[in-house]
């Protein structure tokens, strides 16, 4: 069982940065591939940028360049540096832990709002 609690969010203006950190517990992390989706109101739940095991990466094109996915197996955490801010990048994010189709865990989510 891995428990994922997300932080970070908040209100910032367009082209602002925010950091979302997501905290793991349960083992093994190191393992996990870790997500970070996010979904606006009214939409479905999408993916935005993955960081697997060996530390590869993937981001979504729409977040390419302005967002950046970290982890630290040390202390079970994987952060999500995101930069250069629109009013489009407004969601609720959520960390996301999958081993395997029967291990996959997800956090409460946070909010991140971008507005003037």
């Known amino acids: 069982q891995v428990q994922l609690v997300e932080s970070g969010g908040g209100l910032v203006q367009p082209g602002g940065s925010l950091r979302l950190s997501c905290a793991a517990s349960?083992?093994?992390?190191?393992?996990?591939?870790m997500n970070w989706y996010r979904q606006a109101p009214g939409k479905q739940r999408d993916l935005v940028a993955s960081?697997?095991?060996?530390?590869?990466?993937y981001y979504v094109d729409s977040v390419k360049g302005r967002f950046t996915i970290s982890r630290d197996n040390a202390k079970n955490t994987v952060n999500l540096q995101m930069n250069s801010l629109k009013p489009e990048d407004t969601a609720i994010y959520y960390c996301?832990?999958?081993?395997?189709?029967?291990?996959?865990?997800w956090g409460q989510g946070t909010q991140v709002t971008v507005s003037s």
């Open positions: 996301n832990a999958h081993l395997d189709p029967r291990h996959v865990y």
């Open positions: 349960g083992s093994p992390f190191n393992l996990y591939l």
């Open positions: 960081i697997f095991s060996n530390e590869n990466t």
